[in-house]
């Protein structure tokens, strides 16, 4: 127990030998946690160490095949979301869980509307909703579309929506991965509020320095299993990655350059739908690494899916190895020799309900085919068997769901599928997002061997130490357009920072 709950004793959230098992996967083994008023307690563990089981099993999603859960000394009846609820326990997921659709107070009572002779009491709604909002330092008006609101404000829409029905347990599942700096910055203010007010908060997250500056105590799973705690003073990074991964990881990953080849990669003067007023123009060449680097909303995802055809260029020329190529498609782009591996990997980069094989043989389906309509099993079970040796896939079988899989093995299987096509250029957005430390050095090791091979790659990170520790060079956008250009010689945050921000030095210039 932190300082800052000293003197307080008994939990407010007590697990204890919780187990649970999947076909062919052993989740949790007598796994225990304990929350205590008033604190934030971080939990940490390498993806496919249990930590998503145990908070739904938590929240009433997933019933546990053994173990107890008490909230202030009283049982709660497992696999039961309305029965966690009563009890106070709130999930705020990864994936938001709001009706864009409809209205920040329709939202909050979603399933509870409270009514007055016989119709729903709109009144009673907008008030409680400005009461719980409030909360939360969110001022928008209970009437508006949730699809107005920007993803930090929806984040608070959640969190708001938990303190409605009382929660006394906050679990927040990575609520910063798609949030700006100031939007996180005004979550981690709502946290310490919420604190305050004597709420128990269970906080997931794979950004080490967010841990270090919020958490009260860390618990960390490992392989399904309680692999340590540490107090307040005990919180380092260090620390933290070797009860993650039960070995030491280097803090960033520091690439060793070669020297780079022919042109492969040439774009010139794109113009996308998203930024139509602003031009484009750069290079990749063979066995390169280039970052691309800038704030959310400069563009840097857009212009990766009109270089792919998802939202085709207005204009411009791409050039591929000196032919130019006019994507319009996806499938355009792949006949091109790119590959694009998107940043939300559950809804763009694999099929979750589909096995490892079916994702993994899903881009050469179409090449490998037989008479030009069969299904080709066995170039289908080659790719497979390959991929999970050469890329270390930890799966039980090939017929194993990836849904099923840690967040790192479903991004080996996006890079996987595209590696089986033999692509010249690969476009990485966000290629580590949301995965554990130790999978961010498989990914980082697997793109200096691609680069290493003589393919181009060009990716997308919101992490500088990544773009510092990778990149042989860095472009930084900024509304639309390249700001300048970094070599690794004159890479620093405060560079990368002054041109994402619209500024320019005497050592920027644009590509």
Known sequence: MSDRTAGVSAPRLAASGICKSFP?????????????????LALLGENGAGKSTLMKILAGVQKPDAGTIAVDGLPVVTGSVQE?????????HQELNLATNLTVGANI???REPHRYGWIDEKAIAAESRRVLELVGLDVDPAREVGELTLGQQQLVEIAKALSVNARVLILDEPTSSLSARETERLFEVMTDLRKRGVSLIYISHRLAEI?????R???LRDGVNAGDLKRDEITHDAMVRLMVGRDVSRVYQRTAGKPGAVVLAVHELRTPANPAQSVSFQVRAGEIVGLAGLIGAGRTELLEALFGVTPPLSGEIQVEGKAIRPQHPRDAVLGGLALV?????????VLAESVQRNLSLASLERDRVRGIFLNEAAESG?????????????????????????????????????AMSPRVFLLDEPTRGIDVGAKQEIYQLMEKLAASGAAIFFVSSELEEILGLADRVLVMHEGRITGELSRAELSEERIMTLATGGTTAWSHAP
């Not at 998107?342 to 694999?350: A, C, F, I, L, N």
Request: charged share 25%; glycine share 10%; proline share 5%.
């Open 24 to 40: 062919g996967v052993r989740a949790l083994h007598e796994v225990s946690l304990k929350a205590f008023p008033g604190e934030v």
């Open 84 to 92: 966690s609820l009563r009890q106070g326990i709130a999930l705020i």
């Open 109 to 111: 009572f979603l399933g």
């Open 212 to 216: 270090q500056r919020m958490a009260d």
């Open 218 to 220: 860390v618990t960390v």
């Open 342 to 350: 998107p940043e939300d990997r559950k809804k763009q980069g694999v």
């Open 383 to 419: 790719i497979t068997a390959q991929m999970i040796r050469e890329l270390r896939i930890k799966t039980p079988g090939e017929e194993q769901p990836v849904r099923f899989l840690s967040g790192g093995n479903q991004q080996k299987v996006v890079i996987g599928k595209w590696l």
